[in-house]
Nanobody
Framework: QVQLVESGGGLVQAGDSLRLSCVAS????????MGWFRQAPGKEREFVAR????????RYADSVKGRFTISRDNAKNTVYLQMNSLKPEDTAVYYC????????????????WGQGTQVTVSS
Protein backbone atom coordinates (compact mmCIF):
# COMPACT_ATOMS: atom_id res chain seq x y z
CA GLN A 1 0.00 0.00 0.00
CA VAL A 2 1.25 3.45 -0.98
CA GLN A 3 -0.37 6.61 0.29
CA LEU A 4 0.00 9.84 -1.66
CA VAL A 5 -0.96 13.28 -0.40
CA GLU A 6 -0.87 16.31 -2.69
CA SER A 7 -0.74 19.90 -1.58
CA GLY A 8 0.04 23.33 -2.96
CA GLY A 9 -2.89 24.02 -5.24
CA GLY A 10 -4.79 27.26 -5.22
CA LEU A 11 -6.22 30.15 -7.17
CA VAL A 12 -3.72 32.23 -9.11
CA GLN A 13 -3.67 34.61 -12.03
CA ALA A 14 -2.27 33.88 -15.46
CA GLY A 15 1.50 34.19 -15.46
CA ASP A 16 1.84 33.28 -11.79
CA SER A 17 3.60 30.25 -10.34
CA LEU A 18 2.69 27.41 -8.01
CA ARG A 19 4.62 24.50 -6.58
CA LEU A 20 2.73 21.29 -5.94
CA SER A 21 4.02 18.71 -3.49
CA CYS A 22 3.24 15.02 -3.20
CA VAL A 23 4.34 13.12 -0.11
CA ALA A 24 4.49 9.35 -0.49
CA SER A 25 4.31 6.95 2.42
CA UNK A 26 3.86 3.25 2.99
CA UNK A 27 5.45 0.75 0.63
CA UNK A 28 7.15 3.33 -1.55
CA UNK A 29 9.87 0.84 -2.46
CA UNK A 30 7.39 -0.85 -4.76
CA UNK A 31 7.19 2.15 -7.09
CA UNK A 32 9.83 3.09 -9.65
CA UNK A 33 8.46 6.36 -10.92
CA MET A 34 6.06 9.10 -9.98
CA GLY A 35 3.82 11.03 -12.30
CA TRP A 36 1.68 14.12 -12.26
CA PHE A 37 -1.64 14.08 -14.08
CA ARG A 38 -4.46 16.56 -14.36
CA GLN A 39 -8.14 16.41 -15.10
CA ALA A 40 -10.47 19.24 -15.98
CA PRO A 41 -14.24 18.89 -15.50
CA GLY A 42 -15.78 16.74 -18.20
CA LYS A 43 -12.41 15.78 -19.67
CA GLU A 44 -10.24 12.71 -19.42
CA ARG A 45 -7.24 12.57 -17.17
CA GLU A 46 -4.08 13.62 -18.98
CA PHE A 47 -0.39 13.13 -18.39
CA VAL A 48 1.64 16.11 -17.21
CA ALA A 49 5.08 14.93 -16.07
CA ARG A 50 6.96 11.89 -14.80
CA UNK A 51 10.14 11.27 -12.85
CA UNK A 52 11.97 8.19 -11.64
CA UNK A 53 12.95 7.76 -8.02
CA UNK A 54 16.47 7.09 -9.29
CA UNK A 55 18.31 8.54 -12.23
CA UNK A 56 17.79 11.79 -14.08
CA UNK A 57 15.18 10.88 -16.66
CA UNK A 58 12.07 13.02 -16.78
CA ARG A 59 9.32 13.53 -19.30
CA TYR A 60 6.75 16.25 -19.88
CA ALA A 61 3.62 16.74 -21.86
CA ASP A 62 4.13 19.08 -24.80
CA SER A 63 1.60 21.48 -23.34
CA VAL A 64 3.72 22.13 -20.23
CA LYS A 65 7.26 21.63 -21.51
CA GLY A 66 9.42 24.63 -20.69
CA ARG A 67 6.99 25.89 -18.06
CA PHE A 68 6.70 23.01 -15.57
CA THR A 69 9.51 21.20 -13.77
CA ILE A 70 9.17 17.92 -11.90
CA SER A 71 11.66 17.15 -9.16
CA ARG A 72 12.09 14.89 -6.17
CA ASP A 73 13.50 14.70 -2.67
CA ASN A 74 14.14 11.04 -1.97
CA ALA A 75 14.94 11.60 1.70
CA LYS A 76 11.47 13.06 2.18
CA ASN A 77 9.71 10.70 -0.24
CA THR A 78 8.36 13.79 -1.93
CA VAL A 79 7.92 14.82 -5.54
CA TYR A 80 7.26 18.36 -6.67
CA LEU A 81 5.77 20.05 -9.66
CA GLN A 82 6.98 23.61 -10.13
CA MET A 83 4.52 25.36 -12.42
CA ASN A 84 5.57 28.67 -13.95
CA SER A 85 3.85 30.93 -16.46
CA LEU A 86 0.51 29.39 -15.65
CA LYS A 87 -2.28 29.69 -18.19
CA PRO A 88 -6.05 29.42 -17.77
CA GLU A 89 -5.94 26.15 -19.70
CA ASP A 90 -3.81 24.70 -16.88
CA THR A 91 -6.88 24.82 -14.64
CA ALA A 92 -7.59 21.30 -13.41
CA VAL A 93 -7.38 18.95 -10.49
CA TYR A 94 -3.79 17.77 -10.29
CA TYR A 95 -3.02 14.25 -9.13
CA CYS A 96 0.22 12.54 -8.27
CA UNK A 97 0.52 8.83 -8.90
CA UNK A 98 2.98 5.97 -8.44
CA UNK A 99 3.88 3.24 -10.92
CA UNK A 100 6.12 0.20 -11.10
CA UNK A 101 6.85 1.13 -14.70
CA UNK A 102 9.83 3.28 -15.66
CA UNK A 103 8.63 5.11 -18.76
CA UNK A 104 4.85 5.07 -18.80
CA UNK A 105 2.67 8.09 -19.45
CA UNK A 106 -0.50 6.01 -19.38
CA UNK A 107 -2.75 6.54 -16.33
CA UNK A 108 -3.69 2.85 -16.47
CA UNK A 109 -0.11 1.94 -15.59
CA UNK A 110 -0.19 3.89 -12.34
CA UNK A 111 -1.19 1.88 -9.30
CA UNK A 112 -1.65 4.49 -6.58
CA TRP A 113 -3.21 7.92 -6.71
CA GLY A 114 -3.56 10.87 -4.41
CA GLN A 115 -6.85 12.65 -3.87
CA GLY A 116 -5.87 15.61 -6.02
CA THR A 117 -5.33 19.30 -5.48
CA GLN A 118 -7.22 22.01 -7.34
CA VAL A 119 -5.32 24.49 -9.47
CA THR A 120 -7.33 27.37 -10.86
CA VAL A 121 -5.75 29.97 -13.12
CA SER A 122 -7.74 33.10 -13.85
CA SER A 123 -7.15 35.34 -16.84
Amino acid sequence: QVQLVESGGGLVQAGDSLRLSCVASGRTFSSNAMGWFRQAPGKEREFVARIRWTGDRTRYADSVKGRFTISRDNAKNTVYLQMNSLKPEDTAVYYCAATTEFYSMDPDDYDYWGQGTQVTVSS
